[in-house]
């Protein structure tokens, strides 16, 4: 399992330092989401890259629509990776739904993880009465619709959306990876994604936390940052990005890399 697994995701090892940082990139991208911050560390960290199974990159065949039914077979995934490679202490990076992943990671093997950096982390996305996710049950089935109806519309209507800020270059960037995916196995995970609600286990993560929010994320309330502040077990710290978008590490590489920095040597 241990060599396929890493072959079939894409797994690189890259940079030159004696940390090690783990970068996971979340829905509709792939590794490449990263390209533009990965300068700032490869001098001083061993950089370790993967794609989620269910990204374009991947063969579809390694999709197992049963086995994928809820975020832990993605945890499974990424501490098979990171058993196989011998890491014994890491720093991780998780954007979106890899920050779930993430937590989950972290809740499973705390020893693994010596910081948890969470970007645009989202535990639940739908609304309840003491709770803002975001969106509402009928937004939601409506999105699914869209997906269903015509995969190609709503990802030229999405990306924009997502991306936020006037940043042509990561819109075309977002789309491509969006358009990689397979429509199903798009539509799965995204179904998967939103009907996922960790916010019983958040007080088990007793890993520090740096949680990641810009101010206007079409996906995430920025209340939803302090929620996760006040909710996660351990030290925790919220830095907002005076921006807009979902994907500060597309659309504003510099300003989150030096903020991953600051956040890396607390």
Known sequence: MGQTLLDALNVRVIGSGRRVLFLAHGFGTDQSAWNRILPYFLPSY???LYDLVCAGSVNPDYFDFRRYTSLDAYVDDLLSILDFLGVDRCFYV???????????????????????????????????????????????????????????????????????????????????????????????????VFNSDLRGVLGLVKVPCCIIQTAKDVSV??????????????????????IEGHLPHMSAPSLLAHELLRALSR
């Open 46 to 48: 061993k950089v370790i």
């Open 94 to 192: 998780g954007h979106s739904v890899s920050a779930m992943i993430g937590i989950l990671a972290a809740i499973r093997r705390p020893e693994l993880f010596a910081k948890l950096i969470l970007i645009g982390a989202s535990p639940r996305f739908l609304n309840d009465p003491e709770y803002h996710g975001g969106f509402e049950q009928g937004e939601i089935d409506k999105v699914f619709s869209a997906m269903e109806a015509n995969y190609e519309a709503w990802v030229n209507g999405f990306a924009p959306l997502a991306v936020g800020a006037d940043v042509p270059a990561a819109v075309r960037e977002f789309s491509r990876t969006l358009f990689n995916m397979r429509p199903d196995i798009s539509l799965f995970v995204s179904r998967t």
């Open 221 to 242: 309330p920025a209340s939803v940052a302090a929620y996760l502040k006040n909710h996660l077990g351990g030290r925790n710290t919220v830095v907002m990005l005076n």
